[in-house]
DNA sequence: TAGATTGTTAATCGATTAACAATC
DNA sequence: TAGATTGTTAATCGATTAACAATC
C-alpha cells in the first residue's frame, strides 16, 4: 500500500508543466516528445521523463506524450479536478487583492469568505462578499467545511488564527504572514514571504555587481 | 578571484536565517550556538555552520555566534545595507497592494513609482505617488536609475515590458506574472507565482486525504 | 519493419549530515 | 586549564543526468 513518496522537488516542477502543456494545447499542439518540451522549458529531458514516470507511463514510446491527456493528468495529480473552497483572514491590501484576484475560480479554488478584525472594514464588500468579524471564523470554518485559510494577517496575530483554525477543522493555510507556523501533521502550510523573496533577488543584484566589479 | 559560487539552496535559507535572527536580536540575546539556533529553527546545526561558513567564519569556538553581529553579516550577504529603488508595473489589484505595503521600505526598498495603461488608473494616488502612463516608463527608469521592476501585470504584457525595460538599465525583476522571462545574464529575475503556489498546497491536501484513506 | 522515443537502470553530481580536530 | 563549540573534512544521502534496452 505504502506508495513511495514524491519528492516536493519533483511537485514544486509540476505546475510549470502544467502551465506549458496547458499552452501547448491551447495552441493545438496534440503530441510533444520530452526531447521538445526539454528545449521549450530549458530542463533535461531526462527530468522530464523521471518526473512523469513518478506517477506512471504518460507516454508512449516512439510517439511521445499526448498534450492534452498529460495536461489532464497533471492536473489530477495536483487536485484541479475538484473544488477547493478557501477564506481569507485579513482584510488589508495583499487580503483584498488576493480576494479579487479571479483567475484561483478557473483552477477551483472558490472564494467563500473574508475576515478582519477591524471594524471599520466589517461589512466591506471585497467581490460581491461583505467583510466578516474575526469572531465568526471559526464558527464559518465548521459550518462551511472551509479547506484552506489564507493569512494575510501580520505575523503577530497569524500564530494565534492558525491556532483557532486547526480545531474549526481547516486544512491547509496558505502562509503570506512573515511567521513560521506550527500546526499538526495533516494540516498543509505553504508559506509565501513575499520579503524573503525580494532578500534573495537583492543577494543576486549585489552579488552580480561584485561578479561584475572584480573582474575588471 | 574566482569566488566560489554559492548556490541558491543556501541563499534561500538566508532571510530565514536572518529573521530569527533579528527577532533574537530584539529579543535581547547576545550569543547563540548552532545547536540552539538548530532546534529553534528545526534545522541541523551541521547545515547552519555550513551555510554561514560559506562566506567566513562569523562564529568563535567554545562561544557560538554573536547574535547582533551574525544579523548584521548576514544583512549584508543580502545587501539590505544598501536602498534599493523599484516602480511598479501594473497599477491592479496586487500592484496598489504591494505599493501600499510599507515594510519593504524598512529593509531599504524604496518605493519609487508606479505604471499602468489604463487612463482610468493614471493619476490615482497610491501611497502618495500618482500612477503613471505605461508611455513614461522606460524614460523614468532611466531618469531615476531604477533597480528593481515589480511586474503586477497579465502574462501577455509582461514578455513585451520586461523587453523594454532592459535596454532601459533595469537590474532586476520581481516578477508575479505567470510567465517565465527570458532576459539577458545580468538582469536578476525572482518570480512569485502565486497559483503555482497554490497548486501545490491542493496537491498536499489531496496526497494526505489520499494516504490517510489508504490506511484505513 | 525501421525509426523514434519512452521507461528505467546506472552513473554522476551536489547537497546534507556526521564526525572530529582546531581553538577560543 | 577544561569545556564548549566552531570550522572543516569525510560520509551519506538524494536528486539530476546519462545511457540504453524495451516497445510502440
Chains 1, 2 share one sequence.
Not at 516536493?8 to 503530441?31: M, N, S, T
Not at 489532464?72 to 484541479?80: H, P, Q, T, V, Y
Amino acid at each position: 500500500m505504502e506508495e513511495k513518496e514524491i519528492s516536493q522537488a519533483v511537485i514544486g516542477r509540476l505546475p510549470r508543466y502544467f502551465r506549458y502543456l496547458g499552452e501547448l494545447k491551447d495552441e493545438g499542439v496534440e503530441r510533444i516528445s520530452s526531447q521538445d518540451l526539454s528545449e521549450l522549458m530549458h530542463v533535461t529531458a531526462s527530468q522530464i521523463r523521471q518526473d512523469f514516470n513518478n506517477f506512471g507511463g504518460f507516454g508512449q514510446q516512439g510517439y511521445g506524450y499526448n498534450v492534452s491527456f498529460l495536461y489532464d493528468e497533471i492536473g489530477k495529480i495536483l487536485g484541479l479536478d475538484q473544488t477547493h473552497s478557501f477564506i481569507i483572514v485579513g482584510a488589508g491590501n495583499l487580503g483584498q487583492a488576493l480576494g479579487n484576484y479571479m483567475n484561483f475560480e478557473r483552477r477551483g479554488f472558490l472564494f467563500k469568505g473574508i475576515f478582519d478584525q477591524n471594524p471599520a472594514l466589517v461589512g466591506k464588500p471585497v467581490r460581491g462578499i461583505p467583510v466578516r468579524p474575526m469572531e465568526e471564523l471559526e464558527q464559518f470554518v465548521k459550518d462551511n467545511g472551509i479547506e484552506i485559510a489564507v493569512l494575510t494577517i501580520p505575523k503577530a496575530a497569524a500564530v494565534s488564527v492558525a491556532e483557532k483554525l486547526v480545531p474549526a477543522g481547516i486544512q491547509a493555510i496558505w502562509n503570506f504572514a512573515h511567521v513560521d507556523l506550527n500546526v499538526p501533521a495533516g494540516v498543509q502550510v505553504e508559506n509565501v514571504h513575499l520579503s524573503d523573496s525580494l532578500m534573495k533577488l537583492s543577494y543576486n543584484i549585489s552579488r552580480y555587481r561584485q561578479e561584475n566589479s572584480e573582474d575588471k
